[in-house]
């Protein structure tokens, strides 16, 4: 039976040896595949949607009393129809820089996806954004590797309590529209300073799984790739749990992928099934990784903790009120001026008239619609038009989609304010799978009928090679991949032009979840807000900031440039793409192009401001450094702040990123108060990876470190000169 969360690991590891012994070969070996056939499968995804109907079961011996795990995705919230409750994406709870908040997170979701009879939840999205045109840019918490390792530890720490934490998806898997593809060329240096730091905070968080990643790195599918699944993930960084494939087509090679160190094929029983008994009994398959793979996946099951979970939980009032506090924290303010001499334009008086436009504002626009879409019940879901009428005077609100300019301008024109509700939805963003790069693994399915073997194998090229002809951007529901246009669409630019022009107290509120590009209008605009997808509480959360009665908090995740010509090449269809050290505001500080909002920049109602830094080195087994400074509020709202350590290396040993993001923290203040925060910050922060060693090295001399709000902030500079050190793998 699985463990009870008072069981110690001794304790379930003495379990799991047992177990073990009285495993036969043939049942080990289906522990390494999904519980479902392959084509049963596939027909429930066709027929009925199967991923938002149930769990995907793996690992279940019922004469072992062994119930197994049970999947289920969920970066914005389980995915299960049920009522699950839908948090905002994981870009807006970056833009929280809140460690606590995504500890909450990640706990709500784990209980409610117990609720719903699954223990295995893929919430832990932590692929560094290397381009906002992501189509994904949603799934994960921004450009900068500390802050994805500090929010995806939190978010595993959480989900850990009641289920298994699946992080996804290792590695260097940032482009969407040709991730069955594309080889990611990469150094050891970069890929072990900015690629792989978040992955290891999660596993040293309590991870129980990782997945790997479609993609190729160095000419190696990740899925089979002994670099990273066995060298690094389970010798370097000493990862005791699982590693699972990507789902349905993540494994090219199944010996090659199992001798990697890929221990679990879900969901389906498909390419092992085809090759591990042969593989095994021939010796091109030791039994002693088979037992690993075993013992691995038996580990982590035993340790589920036991308990009943009730449907209550799901979208229950604490859960709501946290898919409220996560939104109105997202919120970034990223410009507020005055339109004539006085006071900024927001907060607005609720008692006076507000024309709301844009068709966004009247829908539920929680993300896209590939693996991470969830189905809140109908009514659920409170709309920014809907919060804002709700907060407002009655009858101050009135509305107009925006498809007809002479309505908007009109509406604009008779109200006091105005405020567009624009942005990106599922059809301009998101999750993208192009039919024909999966056809080389289709060919090697199995037949859906023993009767069919015979003829199977054209039938199946003949099957791979329709797929061949599909669209990249096909239609439907699941299309929309990665983004090259990178502005407002041109009818958004109109609408604001116009609303503008009838009225110049107008604020832009932006949906969407990669960077939108400003340069076009934001000039003529006094305030401009940063929404996200703001989940099912969204309205609400805006409402509370434009009204008022909240400061906005949200700092920005990514930086956003002025020009698309300052960010790395992207290529949605690559076959090789090259990956450097030089990205977001990293290649814009070393370009010296300054950032038209910078990364960690967010305007609020308060007035805060940095005194007081100091850092020390702190010594003992596991030296780190100690930053402190205090923030204070000198303006009359209670407002929270997000004081950013960064490191200026001295650089005399290689070339290396002139600033970098090494610590943050998270203050909320009353009007005239200060808090001191003190941080820990690891050395290895700090370091650079020598690739003649393998190990990480801090460079000697004088290191500046800066006390800021963002990244171009010149802050508050302490310098300490530290010696030459060996931190190790």
């Given at each position: 039976m699985p463990a009870s969360p008072e069981v110690g690991p001794e304790a379930i590891e003495s379990r799991a040896e047992a177990l073990l012994a009285q495993l036969s070969s043939a049942e080990k070996l289906a522990l390494l595949e999904g519980d479902t056939a392959f084509w049963p499968g596939m027909v429930d995804i066709a027929s009925r949607d199967a991923s938002h109907v149930h769990p995907w079961p793996a690992g279940a011996v019922p004469r072992l009393a062994l119930a197994g795990l049970h999947f289920v995705d969920g970066p914005r919230g389980v995915v299960l129809k049920g009522g699950a409750t839908t948090f905002p994406p994981p870009i807006a709870r970056g833009a929280c820089w809140d460690v606590d908040l995504e500890e909450r997170i990640g706990e709500a979701m784990a209980r409610e996806a117990r609720s719903l009879g699954a223990n295995w939840l893929a919430a832990v999205c932590v692929n560094l954004l290397r381009h906002p045109g992501w189509g994904r840019a949603q799934e994960t918490y921004g450009e900068d590797p500390v802050l994805l390792g500090a929010l995806g530890a939190a978010c595993t720490r959480g989900i850990q309590r009641h289920a298994v934490a699946c992080v996804k998806h290792l590695a260097l898997n940032s482009i969407d529209s040709s991730r069955f593809l594309v080889d990611v060329q990469v150094r050891e240096r970069v890929l072990h300073e900015l690629y792989l730091p978040h992955f290891r905070d999660c596993v040293e968080a309590g991870a129980g799984s990782v997945m790997s990643a479609y993609n190729q790195v160095n000419?190696?599918?990740?899925?089979?790739?002994?670099?990273?699944?066995?060298?690094?993930?389970?010798?370097?960084?000493?990862?005791?749990?699982?590693?699972?494939?990507?789902?349905?087509?993540?494994?090219?090679?199944?010996?090659?992928?199992?001798?990697?160190?890929?221990?679990?094929?879900?969901?389906?029983?498909?390419?092992?099934?085809?090759?591990?008994?042969?593989?095994?009994?021939?010796?091109?398959?030791?039994?002693?990784?088979?037992?690993?793979?075993?013992?691995?996946?038996?580990?982590?099951?035993?340790?589920?903790?036991?308990?009943?979970?009730?449907?209550?939980?799901?979208?229950?009032?604490?859960?709501?009120?946290?898919?409220?506090?996560?939104?109105?924290?997202?919120?970034?303010?990223?410009?507020?001026?005055?339109?004539?001499?006085?006071?900024?334009?927001?907060?607005?008086?609720?008692?006076?008239?507000?024309?709301?436009?844009?068709?966004?504002?009247?829908?539920?626009?929680?993300?896209?619609?590939?693996?991470?879409?969830?189905?809140?019940?109908?009514?659920?879901?409170?709309?920014?038009?809907?919060?804002?009428?709700?907060?407002?005077?009655?009858?101050?609100?009135?509305?107009?989609?925006?498809?007809?300019?002479?309505?908007?301008?009109?509406?604009?024109?008779r109200c006091e304010t105005a405020?567009?509700?624009?942005?990106?939805?599922?059809?301009?963003?998101?999750?993208?799978?192009?039919?024909?790069?999966?056809?080389?693994?289709?060919?090697?399915?199995?037949?859906?009928?023993?009767?069919?073997?015979?003829?199977?194998?054209?039938?199946?090229?003949?099957?791979?090679?329709?797929?061949?002809?599909?669209?990249?951007?096909?239609?439907?529901?699941?299309?929309?991949?990665?983004?090259?246009?990178?502005?407002?669409?041109?009818?958004?630019?109109?609408l604001i032009e116009a609303v503008v022009a009838a009225n110049p107290r107008t604020v832009v509120v932006l949906m969407g979840g990669g960077a939108i590009l400003m340069e076009a209008w934001r000039q003529a605009v006094p305030a401009i807000l940063l929404l996200w997808y703001p989940?099912?509480?969204?309205?609400?959360?805006?409402?509370?900031?434009?009204?008022?009665?909240?400061?906005?908090?949200?700092?920005?995740?990514?930086?956003?440039?002025?020009?698309?010509?300052?960010?790395?090449?992207?290529?949605?269809?690559?076959?090789?793409?090259?990956?450097?050290?030089?990205?977001?505001?990293?290649?814009?500080?070393?370009?010296?192009?300054?950032?038209?909002?910078?990364?960690?920049?967010?305007?609020?109602?308060?007035?805060?401001?940095?005194?007081?830094?100091?850092?020390?080195?702190?010594?003992?087994?596991?030296?780190?450094?100690?930053?402190?400074?205090?923030?204070?509020?000198?303006?009359?709202?209670?407002?929270?702040?997000?004081?950013?350590?960064?490191?200026?290396?001295?650089?005399?040993?290689?070339?290396?990123?002139?600033?970098?993001?090494?610590?943050?923290?998270?203050?909320?203040?009353?009007?005239?108060?200060?808090?001191?925060?003190?941080?820990?910050?690891?050395?290895?922060?700090?370091?650079?990876?020598?690739?003649?060693?393998?190990?990480?090295?801090?460079?000697a001399g004088t290191h500046r470190l800066r006390l800021a709000q963002h990244s171009e902030d010149a802050g508050l500079l302490v310098e300490l000169a530290l010696a030459a050190n060996d931190l190790g793998a």
């Open positions: 000419g190696e599918w990740c899925g089979q790739h002994p670099g990273l699944l066995t060298a690094i993930l389970k010798q370097r960084w000493g990862f005791q749990g699982f590693v699972v494939t990507d789902f349905i087509f993540g494994v090219r090679d199944g010996v090659a992928a199992v001798r990697a160190g890929q221990d679990l094929e879900m969901p389906f029983r498909m390419i092992f099934a085809g090759c591990l008994e042969e593989a095994l009994a021939d010796g091109r398959l030791s039994l002693a990784r088979l037992d690993d793979a075993v013992l691995r996946q038996l580990r982590v099951q035993l340790a589920v903790p036991e308990a009943a979970y009730p449907a209550s939980l799901r979208a229950c009032p604490e859960h709501r009120a946290l898919a409220r506090e996560a939104a109105t924290k997202a919120i970034v303010l990223l410009q507020n001026e005055a339109v004539s001499p006085g006071s900024p334009l927001l907060p607005l008086d609720p008692a006076r008239s507000l024309a709301v436009i844009g068709s966004l504002a009247a829908v539920a626009n929680l993300g896209d619609r590939g693996s991470s879409d969830t189905r809140p019940e109908p009514g659920v879901v409170v709309t920014p038009l809907e919060g804002l009428r709700a907060a407002a005077a009655p009858g101050a609100v009135h509305h107009a989609s925006g498809e007809h300019l002479q309505e908007a301008i009109a509406l604009a024109a405020l567009l509700v624009l942005g990106l939805d599922w059809r301009l963003e998101g999750e993208h799978i192009h039919p024909g790069d999966i056809a080389p693994i289709l060919r090697q399915m199995p037949p859906p009928h023993p009767l069919l073997r015979r003829w199977w194998p054209p039938v199946a090229r003949a099957i791979a090679a329709i797929t061949s002809y599909g669209s990249a951007r096909q239609g439907g529901d699941f299309a929309a991949g990665d983004r090259t246009q990178l502005e407002l669409p041109a009818e958004q630019v109109t989940g099912e509480r969204g309205g609400e959360a805006l409402a509370d900031v434009v009204f008022g009665a909240v400061s906005p908090s949200g700092r920005l995740p990514f930086a956003i440039p002025t020009s698309a010509n300052h960010l790395p090449p992207f290529e949605p269809r690559a076959r090789q793409v090259h990956y450097d050290l030089w990205h977001g505001y990293r290649r814009l500080q070393r370009d010296g192009h300054p950032a038209a909002f910078p990364f960690g920049f967010g305007l609020s109602y308060g007035a805060l401001r940095l005194s007081a830094a100091e850092a020390e080195l702190s010594p003992g087994p596991h030296p780190a450094l100690r930053v402190a400074g205090t923030l204070h509020n000198d303006g009359a709202l209670a407002s929270d702040g997000v004081v950013q350590v960064y490191v200026e290396p001295p650089g005399l040993v290689l070339e290396r990123p002139r600033r970098t993001l090494v610590g943050f923290g998270r203050v909320s203040l009353e009007p005239g108060g200060c808090q001191r925060l003190s941080l820990a910050i690891p050395l290895r922060r700090l370091a650079y990876f020598d690739e003649a060693s393998s190990r990480f090295w801090l460079e």
